[in-house]
């Protein structure tokens, strides 16, 4: 299959809004290439191999890009991207918007950037390997071996480190953990390795769920984890003690109240995914739906929160 790369030239503050669209267009995820992020791992020697361009963008701007199959549906999806992103540039006062779109083969894309993806420890205890890289295991590594494949999730990227770290702090061998918009995975096999009794992963991205039952199965955990489709946590009956959701800001606002629902009381919320400027509305629409806030996380542009539910005696 080919597919038409779409990059576009935005602010830093406009990522949860551009992931929106290109949700909405039926876009398959979206890349962020943030140029301070891809020096600071360049200069940290994160990358041994690094011949990869740094995005020529102003100041406080990123290049975001997405994919849309080349098929029939392509033209009008097209059209629909250009209208999302006139309305916001007429209502919301955004800069216009410069495109730049490129034909790729699927294995093109898939494989091309698996020279920059090499083995991380991105916990005190969790160590992030694809699977092409030996790495050597020390006391107390819990190393997950992922191949992200089209599902858009390496374990690498500061939104997931942080879900990651919390994760490391708040699950316990009882814990029954509920991973929405698993991606590659990643998060529900760490949860798992890191002693869940329980976890359920959702996606509602076909290829995803695909990808991430791979990595299960991969990293053995297939007796804990049940990978399955759903569009976020609509028609989810099952209780969790820890919920989290590596998505954006908007997306976490409209999943507050379900949430709750889901969560046992005093049960745990890691929210990650956030631009720094949407952290406060997102704190807001929490507390207003009677979380209180544990800890708030940061990791440059981007924030996590960490809440808990109320417990059995503040309830009703």
């Given at each position: 299959?080919?597919?038409?790369?779409?990059?576009?030239?935005t602010r830093q503050e406009n990522a949860?809004?551009?992931?929106?669209?290109?949700?909405?267009?039926?876009?398959?995820?979206?890349?962020?290439e943030d140029p301070q992020l891809i020096?600071?791992?360049?200069?940290?020697?994160?990358?041994?191999?690094?011949?990869?361009?740094?995005?020529?963008?102003?100041?406080?701007?990123?290049?975001?890009?997405?994919?849309?199959?080349i098929d029939d549906a392509l033209e009008?999806?097209?059209?629909?991207?250009?209208?999302?992103?006139?309305?916001?540039?007429?209502?919301?006062?955004?800069?216009?918007?410069?495109?730049?779109?490129?034909?790729?083969?699927?294995?093109?894309?898939?494989?091309?950037?698996?020279?920059?993806?090499?083995?991380?420890?991105?916990?005190?205890?969790?160590?992030?390997?694809?699977?092409?890289?030996?790495?050597?295991?020390?006391?107390?590594?819990?190393?997950?071996?992922?191949?992200?494949?089209?599902?858009?999730?390496?374990?690498?990227?500061?939104?997931?480190?942080?879900?990651?770290?919390?994760?490391?702090?708040?699950?316990?061998?009882?814990?029954?953990?509920?991973?929405?918009?698993?991606?590659?995975?990643?998060?529900?096999?760490?949860?798992?390795?890191?002693?869940?009794?329980?976890?359920?992963?959702?996606?509602?991205?076909?290829?995803?769920?695909?990808?991430?039952?791979?990595?299960?199965?991969?990293?053995?955990?297939?007796?804990?984890?049940?990978?399955?489709?759903?569009?976020?946590?609509?028609?989810?009956?099952?209780?969790?003690?820890?919920?989290?959701?590596?998505?954006?800001?908007?997306?976490?606002?409209?999943?507050?109240?379900?949430?709750?629902?889901?969560?046992?009381?005093?049960?745990?919320?890691?929210?990650?995914?956030?631009?720094?400027?949407?952290?406060?509305?997102?704190?807001?629409?929490?507390?207003?739906?009677?979380?209180?806030?544990?800890?708030?996380?940061?990791?440059?542009?981007?924030?996590?929160?960490?809440?808990?539910?109320?417990?059995?005696?503040?309830?009703?």
């Amino acid at each position: 299959m080919k597919w038409r790369e779409i990059a576009i030239t935005t602010r830093q503050e406009n990522a949860d809004a551009m992931a929106e669209i290109f949700e909405t267009v039926g876009a398959m995820g979206m890349v962020i290439e943030d140029p301070q992020l891809i020096a600071s791992y360049i200069e940290s020697n994160v990358w041994d191999h690094h011949d990869v361009e740094i995005p020529d963008v102003p100041e406080g701007m990123i290049r975001v890009k997405t994919y849309l199959a080349i098929d029939d549906a392509l033209e009008e999806r097209l059209a629909a991207l250009q209208e999302e992103l006139s309305a916001r540039e007429r209502s919301e006062e955004w800069p216009a918007h410069a495109w730049t779109m490129t034909d790729l083969h699927e294995d093109d894309w898939a494989h091309a950037w698996k020279a920059f993806f090499k083995p991380e420890k991105v916990g005190r205890r969790v160590v992030i390997r694809p699977t092409w890289e030996e790495y050597v295991a020390v006391e107390d590594d819990l190393v997950i071996s992922i191949d992200p494949g089209m599902a858009f999730g390496t374990g690498t990227h500061p939104t997931t480190v942080m879900c990651i770290r919390a994760l490391e702090d708040y699950v316990h061998p009882e814990a029954r953990v509920l991973d929405v918009g698993t991606g590659s995975g990643v998060l529900s096999i760490a949860a798992a390795l890191l002693g869940a009794k329980k976890v359920l992963a959702v996606d509602n991205d076909p290829v995803a769920v695909a990808t991430a039952q791979e990595n299960v199965t991969l990293n053995q955990v297939d007796d804990v984890v049940e990978v399955r489709r759903n569009d976020l946590l609509s028609g989810l009956e099952e209780q969790a003690d820890i919920l989290v959701a590596n998505i954006i800001a908007d997306v976490i606002i409209r999943l507050a109240p379900q949430a709750e629902a889901l969560l046992t009381p005093e049960g745990i919320m890691i929210a990650s995914g956030i631009i720094q400027n949407r952290l406060d509305d997102v704190v807001e629409a929490m507390t207003e739906k009677g979380f209180t806030i544990e800890e708030l996380i940061s990791h440059g542009e981007w924030a996590a929160v960490v809440a808990r539910r109320a417990g059995a005696s503040a309830e009703g």
